[in-house]
């Protein structure tokens, strides 16, 4: 029904109106009686075979939604009941922010992608505090950034800022400095500065009673001596781990009429290069590290491919657009009858 029925009705509209509304109606939907229990019986899947042990932390499945979808942490517990093993909050930065001047989404129908300019518009990380300190169970992912006005020779203090605010509410935490959607931000990847943040990072966590995981999210666009640059900073700075990878500024082979806005491109456009990288990481690391894969899930073959490629979990978000809140179950499915 979604795929026929309802998405072409949601995709007559602009994309960020359409996610502020289906927002507002899940989490209307749910203060209705039985609500939470009909969707986690349709869409939710208990087995043992589908749990992952990773970072000292247990995933009931391995399939989780990738930041940028709920961003303020307004709707974790709701979303969680699509069946989601975890939920990734943020890009959160220190102040809040309203982000790039809208239009700033934009559908590429005939390709399956999603472009984004959105520039990390967030209400601060302080209201997001809020929100968790409500959480009933759902394992959280703790995606930070820095503010606009922060000049990059600053930026360290910004994570340091969310970093302290987010550590008794989150279950790990990912280091964003590859969004392509603030000025400047993807220069934090190279060796210097990235080596400084994640090193002040890791020795903060290190003072605490019981450090969190601590993973960095990178580009699909790093060349192979820029990807073995992470590796080399991964392992010498001992974080956990990877999430490969954010949205790309390539446009090849793209059809769709709106091809050439700028910003992040996510969804199928992704899939292959997203895999390429997971695969690269843990071949030249002699698989060091875990690895988080997301970029152009779509359907259960495209999670098995980067699960094959080395990938420990993975996540989704214009999969989920795309192809609604079944693909999770889809997924999970699939995953079950393959290890049968």
Known sequence: MYKSIIKPLLFFFDPEWVHHTVFKSIKIAHKIPGVSYLLRATFTIQD????????GLTFP???GLAAGFDKDAKLFQELS????????????TPKPQDGNPKKRMFRLPEDEGLINRLGFNNQGVEAAVKRLKKNQGVLIGGNIGKN??????????DYIYCFEALFDHVDYFVVNVSSPNTPNLRALQDKAPLTHLLSTLKGLNDQKDKPKPILLKIAPDLSDDQLLDIIEIVTSVKIDGVIATNTT????????????????????????RSTEVIRFLVEKSNNAFPIIGVGGVHKPQDAIEKLEAGASLIQLYTGFVYEGPGVVKQINKALIQKNA
């Open 249 to 272: 500024l390539s446009r090849e082979g793209l059809q769709s009429k709106n091809k050439e806005e700028k910003g992040g491109l996510s969804g199928r456009p992704l899939t292959k």
């Open 148 to 157: 606009k006005i922060t000049p990059n020779e600053e930026a360290v203090n």
């Open 48 to 55: 043992k075979g589908l749990e992952r042990k990773l970072f």
């Open 61 to 63: 499945n391995p399939v």
């Open 81 to 92: 009941n699509f069946g989601f093993g975890f939920i990734e909050i943020g890009t959160l």
